[in-house]
C-alpha cells in the first residue's frame, strides 16, 4: 500500500520544529564556552602577584569591575547599622561622618573642646591591619576613662576605622581594600596621586589600584571633608606592621619630620623608616600636609597582631603636645 503522502504544511512544522531544537543547541553550546572563558579570566585575575624584576609599570589595569557584568569580588553584604561600639555615660558618643561603599558608618570620636585639634585615623587598611582598630579602641575608651590627658586647649578626634568594608570582609590580605578594590591610602588626590604604581618593594599580595581618580572613594572623601572642616594641628594615620614613622610630604615635610621624631622617640618605631624601595603615591599624610594640616605621620605599628598600647598612650601625648 502506498504511504500516504504528508500534507505540506505538516512538513514544514518539522522543519521549523527542528530547526528551533539546533537553534537552542547552538546557543547553550556558545553561551557555556563564553561562561567558562569568562570564569577562566576572572580566575587569572585573582592570582598572587608575584615581583617582578623589570621595572616597567605593567601592573593590573585600573578596573577590575565592569558593574553588573562581573561579580564585585570584594563585595561584602551591606548594612546600615547605626549603633555605634561605645556609648558614654556623658552622651559623648560617635558621630557619622559619612558612609563606606557598602552604607557601614565611619565614626568619629571627640575629646576636648580646645582650639588646637589633633586627629587620629585609624583602620585605612581595613582588616589588613585589624590592630590598628583595636588601638583606637583602646585609646578611645582609655581618653573616656582619663579626659584628663587632653589639654585644656587642645581636641581629639579618632576615626577609629576608616575602612569598614574591608574590615568586615576578611582579615589579612583580602581585608585591605575597599569594595572598589582601591587602596584607601593611594586614593587621596595628592600632587603625586596615580592609579597605578611600580610595585617593586610594595605591597604585592592581591590586585589594588589607586582608584580612577584621587579622591574617587566615598571613605576617602569622608576624611577629606572631616580634614577640610576643621583646623587640624597634626594627625597620626595607623597602619601595620614595622616599617616604622613616615612623615608626610614630598619631600618630607619639616613639620612632619619633627612630628615623626617626636613620636619615634616616645613609641620606639624606627625613624627614619624601613625604605623598601616602594614608591608611596596619594596616601592621606601627603595629601594632608598639602592641604593645611599642621604636620601629618603614617605610623606603623610593630606588627598585625599587638596594639602596643602603651607605647601608643606615649604616642597620643606626644601628638597633644605637638605645636607644627
Ligand atoms: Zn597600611
Known amino acids: 500500500m502506498k504511504r500516504k503522502k504528508r500534507p505540506a504544511s505538516s512538513n514544514t512544522w518539522i522543519y521549523i520544529i527542528w530547526g528551533v531544537n ?6 547553550l553550546l556558545s553561551g557555556a564556552f563564553f561562561y567558562f572563558n569568562s570564569q577562566r579570566a576572572s580566575a587569572a585575575n585573582g592570582q598572587v602577584e608575584t615581583p617582578r624584576a623589570d621595572t616597567t609599570p605593567k ?79 583602646e585609646l578611645i575608651r582609655y581618653v573616656n576613662d582619663h579626659p584628663e590627658v587632653i589639654p585644656q586647649d587642645a581636641t581629639l578626634y579618632i576615626i577609629r576605622n576608616m575602612n569598614p568594608d574591608g574590615e568586615a570582609r576578611a582579615e589579612g590580605v583580602d581585608g585591605r581594600v575597599n569594595n572598589n578594590g582601591v587602596d584607601l591610602n593611594r ?25 580612577s581618580y584621587g579622591g574617587s572613594e566615598p571613605e576617602t572623601r569622608t576624611v577629606m571633608s572631616f580634614i577640610g572642616s576643621h583646623d587640624i594641628q597634626a594627625l597620626i594615620s595607623y597602619h601595620s606592621a614595622a616599617l616604622g614613622v613616615f612623615p608626610g610630604g614630598v619631600p618630607w615635610e619639616a ?69 607644627p
Open 22 to 27: 539546533i537553534l537552542v543547541v547552538v546557543c
Open 255 to 323: 613639620d612632619s619630620i619633627r612630628l615623626a621624631k617626636a613620636l619615634a622617640k616616645a613609641t620606639g618605631y624606627p625613624y627614619p623608616p624601613l625604605d623598601t624601595g616602594c614608591i608611596y603615591t596619594g596616601t592621606l599624610a601627603d595629601w594632608a600636609v598639602e592641604n593645611g594640616v599642621g604636620a601629618a605621620v603614617d605610623m606603623e605599628l610593630a606588627n598585625h597582631r599587638d596594639t602596643d598600647f602603651n607605647k601608643n598612650l606615649n604616642a597620643l601625648k606626644a601628638l597633644l603636645n605637638f605645636v
Open 59 to 137: 601592573g593590573p589595569p585600573t578596573s577590575y569591575i565592569l558593574p553588573s557584568l562581573t561579580p564585585n569580588p570584594y563585595y561584602t553584604l551591606p548594612v546600615f547599622e547605626t549603633s555605634t561600639p561605645f556609648i558614654f555615660a556623658n552622651g559623648q558618643g560617635a558621630n557619622i561622618i559619612g558612609l563606606s561603599l557598602a552604607s557601614r558608618p565611619i565614626e568619629v570620636y571627640t575629646f576636648g573642646n580646645g582650639a588646637r585639634e589633633y586627629l587620629i585615623v585609624a583602620g585605612i587598611h581595613g582588616g589588613y591591619e585589624r590592630n590598628t582598630i583595636e588601638l583606637a579602641n
Open 187 to 211: 586614593n587621596f588626590p595628592s600632587e603625586n596621586w596615580t592609579a597605578e604604581w611600580n610595585r617593586d618593594g610594595c605591597w604585592i599580595y592581591r590586585p589594588t589600584t589607586g582608584g
